[in-house]
């Protein structure tokens, strides 16, 4: 079921810039409420189990590194209150969202992380992805990113993106600041805000070919579409940063 796009915010909180429309401000963390069950796309014409498991296993050719695994399935959004947001979420499988890729759409929505993280010296961590991750191979993102695994809080999840992405540890709570559909890794996903310290020692992993400290405003190219979406939370962070 294709999840319903919230509506576009009327007002932001004060200092930000406009915001894109399926992205929701948050002034507090997002709820999660999981649903029992397990979504199987059994009834959809083009999306029968055979035909998931042959372009699974097509897609396996391509990407080898893609796993199977439990995650979570995004039904649908809804306020819960000023500045908060329920995701009404059950828990299906990575393949029945990964083979969108070899066309054939399931309807599956995950729920992912993604954070802006300051650095002591104010620059933004940002990282190129491998050319063997499934969604945006080569281009350049915020780091750290990850999809949420179901019984995970998504502060805990961030956190634990942040140390095996990137080696860096939050010197601070991670503040969740919007959730937002990307398009075209056809996801939603909780932003988070983290003030971080550099690794002793760092880390590498296939996911990220290079990790950056940016100064803002020096993206690199090209970016990802939800890197992108995410500008303007850099921007509002900025500027309540600078008062």
Known sequence: MEPRPPNSPTAVPSGTVAL??????LRRPPLLSVVDGRFVPEAMPRATLDAVNAAWEALRVRVPRA??????????????????????CIQTSYRFHAVGRE??????????????????NGQILMARRGEETLNYPGMWEFAPAGTLEPGVAPADMILR?????????ASAPPVARALAFDPVARSW???????????????????????RAVNLDEWPQPLTSIAVQMLPIVEAERRARSK
């Open 161 to 169: 993106e942040l140390r095996e992405e990137t080696g860096w540890t």
């Open 67 to 88: 796993h199977d695994g439990p995650m979570l399935h995004v039904l649908g959004t809804s306020r819960n209150g000023h500045g908060g947001v329920t995701i009404h």
């Open 20 to 25: 894109p429309k399926r992205l929701i401000p």
């Open 189 to 211: 996903e909780v932003i988070y805000v983290i003030d971080v310290l550099p690794p002793a020692v760092p880390v590498e992993t296939w996911e990220c070919a290079e990790l």
């Open 103 to 120: 066309g054939i759409d399931t309807g599956v929505r995950p729920i992912g992380v993604k954070a802006v993280c300051f650095t002591p």
